[in-house]
């Protein structure tokens, strides 16, 4: 988790900026190019789901990590949506 954590607040948010910005960001671009409704939490959702699909080739701790962090970005996400 501590690891998860220095990843998101730390290397990727560096990288990237502000999660809920990139994220919005992101779920704009995927819902012009399927033309369906995406919302940024399912961006974190989508992101944990090809980590477990790369899982499924061979797990690698670097995966679970990334897991963790996707989860923590929609749980942050999702509490400023009900706000």
């Known amino acids: 988790m ?3 954590k220095n990843v998101v607040c ?3 948010q560096n990288q990237y900026g ?10 704009n ?3 012009a190019y ?4 995406i919302a ?5 959702n989508m992101m944990i789901l090809l980590k ?10 670097d ?5 963790a962090g996707y989860a923590a970005c929609g749980s942050e996400i999702d509490a400023n949506l009900l706000h």
Do not use: P
């Open 34 to 37: 399927l033309s369906t409704d």
């Open 52 to 61: 477990i699909a790369r899982n499924k080739g061979g797990v690698h701790r």
């Open 10 to 12: 730390g290397e990727r």
């Open 2 to 4: 501590q690891d998860a």
């Open 18 to 27: 502000d999660i809920e910005d990139s994220f919005n960001t992101i779920a």
């Open 63 to 67: 995966n679970w990590v990334d897991i």
């Open 29 to 31: 671009l995927w819902r």
């Open 40 to 44: 940024s939490d399912d961006v974190a």
